[in-house]
């Protein structure tokens, strides 16, 4: 039977790892159906409205139109346009949002995304092809680059290229892939509370981390209207003061009187205090490296003698509160 609640549960747990250009992020605990209600809208904001960088207009001297050819390339104009759209550019002056960059190339020569790189712009595609050009083949290019989101058509800025310009559509979206899952989560023996998974790629021109914060940044700006409207706080998580029978846990591990074998694998693995044994659980406890059976029977009677039982769950203020502890332990040492 569910429990008579007054008031909703705030998520306190966040955590992310990250590898080159993607990056898991997971959140939690959320109230039954609470995930999806705050996971969909920020994968539509990280879609919509995080910004990158396209070009949307290129000049080749020698060429007037899009369906023209170049002497001495291989690819037609048409065939090089859509090889350059291709290429995601960035910016490295991140204060500007439009360059013009200018490139002058000589054939014989195959001509890739790392042949654009230059002092003002980076190119996080530099193995893309773009063009071979022969012996007589001279290739004289201007590309206007812009910074914007989404998808927007050349229709829309058109008339505002320069003369001799042809324009291009701009897909300025950094974002590759954006996924999440939802799972169940028990706290404090109730089962029905959420977990939401994100998965975020990036085509490298920003961090998927930062793209995640700028994107739940930007979707909470969506409300600070009806915040200063009716003057909203959002609320904080109270300190909890945890008893007497919890300083055991900011104890050093040496307390435990472990054997040598248990105590070394511990210190290898970075772990000083007691209660960082008890916030990990027994699934995590299992995996450190060089812990035998033995070692783990130990560590789990030692923790059961001091009254924190590897089965023992603890409630989130106070998990939070034991957590927030130990980094201070951990920060003055």
């Given amino acids: 039977m569910n429990k008579i609640k007054t ?40 879609i919509a409205a995080t910004a990158g960088y396209a070009p949307v207009a290129l000049k080749i001297e020698g060429v007037k139109h899009e369906f023209d050819s170049l002497k001495g390339m291989l690819e037609d104009v048409a065939s090089f346009i859509i090889n350059l759209k291709n290429i995601r550019f960035k910016i490295k002056d991140p204060e500007k949002k439009e360059i013009t960059v200018n490139y002058t190339f000589v054939g014989p020569k195959e001509i890739r995304g790392e042949d654009l790189i230059n002092d003002e712009v980076d190119v996080v595609t530099p193995d893309e092809y773009i063009a071979t050009l022969n012996e007589e083949g001279e290739l004289k290019l201007s590309i206007i680059i812009k910074k914007g989101m989404g998808f927007v058509a050349v229709e829309n800025y058109r008339d505002e290229l320069p003369e001799g310009y042809i324009g291009l559509d701009a897909y300025f979206s950094p974002i590759k892939k954006v996924v999440y899952n939802i799972e169940n989560i028990l706290i404090e023996d109730d089962p029905n509370f959420e977990k939401v998974i994100f998965e975020v790629e990036t085509d490298g021109q920003v961090d998927p981390i930062d793209a995640f914060k700028d994107a739940v940044n930007n979707y909470l700006n969506q409300f600070s209207v009806f915040s200063k409207e009716f003057k909203l706080e959002p609320k904080k998580a109270e300190n909890v003061e945890l008893p007497e029978e919890y300083n055991i846990l900011f104890e050093p591990i040496e307390s435990l009187n472990l054997r040598s074998r248990s105590f070394n694998a511990l210190d290898r693995a970075g772990i000083k205090y007691v209660g960082e044994l008890v916030l990990m659980g027994k699934e995590k406890i299992a995996n450190i490296k060089n812990l035998g059976t033995k070692s783990l029977e130990e560590i789990f009677e030692k923790l059961e003698e001091i009254g924190f039982s590897i089965t023992k769950t603890l409630p989130l203020e106070v998990k939070k509160a034991i957590e927030e502890k130990l980094a201070k332990l951990k920060g003055e040492e």
């Fill in 7 to 46: 008031e909703v549960l705030i998520p306190t747990e966040f955590s992310y790892q990250k590898e080159g250009n993607l990056a898991k992020i997971e959140v939690y605990p959320f109230e039954a159906g609470f995930g999806v209600s705050a996971a969909h809208p920020i994968r539509r904001v990280l």
